[in-house]
DNA sequence: TGATCTTACGTTTAGCGTAACAATA
DNA sequence: TATTGTTACGCTAAACGTAAGATCA
């Protein structure tokens, strides 16, 4: 029967050209390639090389047989990796987001619920997220709003209320609310990774202009030392004094109050049962 | 890395459902099959069964490894044939001829130029004969014509002249020669494994209707006890007494008296050189 | 009680590396 | 002389089988 190791030192000696540096590569001796060349040869019942006294190379039977050996070893590979995927797969819950926060109550639940298992989230357009559920690769999915489709279970479970902070000398700073269409035009700072809320705020304000922020230190920094306009909502941790001197004022459109739905396959249900309950502080 | 050893108990232990019967399949003790599976389950990092006190299963992993395993075992099994395979067909001259007569020369005259040579000959029809040589899935040809496909070698070497062979009280034993239409509507005798002769009769003859012998022995009886015409040629080696009481009278039409060409791909010419120089006797 | 799987133990052997050798450039 | 491949030798570690133990039907 083949051995892959052996495979894997004929592809090496067909890479490198000489023993030697097959064996280096390897970190083994090179006698220990010698024998494996000789053992090969008997395993395939072929002559695989044509030998100088000094010199060794392949022959054409030699060739095929490294043909043969890079793809068995890729396939054996494969092999490795669909295995080790598919037990993953059963002690991870992956769950896509179309926002963060939802993910700061529904991962610590899960969590705690399922403490054998993995959490592996990842925040997305609502398109993205869309796609996850259909094709299955993720287990659990939150969207901002009910996908209308009875093969989901859909769980309605949080809201988040949009807030614009502008300083306190900024024009807006007097209103005590405020509308996307008063927004639009100005310059907004902006964290990356915030999902829908980006699409939406572009389409929403298609005339201002958005600093997207991919280092939360950087865009911290900014808040604190620019006048520029940012958001919050009613679920964000904004820590400390980090809006200190500006001032929350909601956002009244619908599109800016939204409540998260779970949405999972039925027989993911479990998971959403184990997540419903929660309450927005 | 995987070992195609390892995998095969696997795949045998999900063929058996005990690893006694495993064990006892593979001519090996129950306690390796344990360890292979344990060791088996670290290498793919997941666990592979759910065990009893005393009874092992595969689980939902498992069954996927088990899956893996069949399809890389049957792939290196492929690869250690298709290796054997090449190999074999270095050291093999495949001939397709369309008559037996030529291969009695040409495969002595090929064993004596390339005593390490195997020599793998078929008789077929002429069709099968091109697509053999087509698919250069024969080095050589023995056609009953030239090609005239100029990236073919063609060298005549020997010719066949077919004669009827009747018994003395025969209708045409008087006749100095005879014509397929002079044979027409007449049953005949005849071998099988004859090549073109066989489908050349059929076309030449199509009133007539042939007794096809499988068997040698039973062919010759026939000959001997029946008054059915039968065939022979100027290379035949008609045995003993095979063909006493009988009158060999020569067929004097074209198609009955053949030139056979040798025809190979200019790559294989060193071989039709070893053999162009043979005269029948 | 017989069948099954696992663990423990002792032996064997197969594989490895070091070293020596032969040949080349 | 430095590099390469092969052969010889001795050792180690891995793998195996036997035996014993535990559990179930």
Redesign the interface.
Known sequence: ?????EL?QLTTFADTGTLSMAAEKLNISQPTITRTMQHLEE?????LFVRGKNRIMLN??GI??VE??R??LS??DN??K???A??KS?HTITISSCAPAPLWYVLPALSLAYPDMTMASSIKSVPAVYQDLDSKSCQMAILPHDTQYSHYVNIPFLQENLSVCVPVSHDLAKRTSVTFSDLNGFNFLLNSEIGFWEEMCRAQMPSSKFLVQTNQFEFEELVRESSLPCFTTNLAEDGNDLLEGRIKIPVTDPEANVTYYLVCHSECMVYADAIKHIDAK
């Open positions: 029967m083949l051995d892959l190791n894997e395993i395939f019942g072929a002559s054409d039977t095929i047989a043969q050996a793809q068995l396939a054996a092999a490795l669909t295995v080790r598919f037990d059963l």
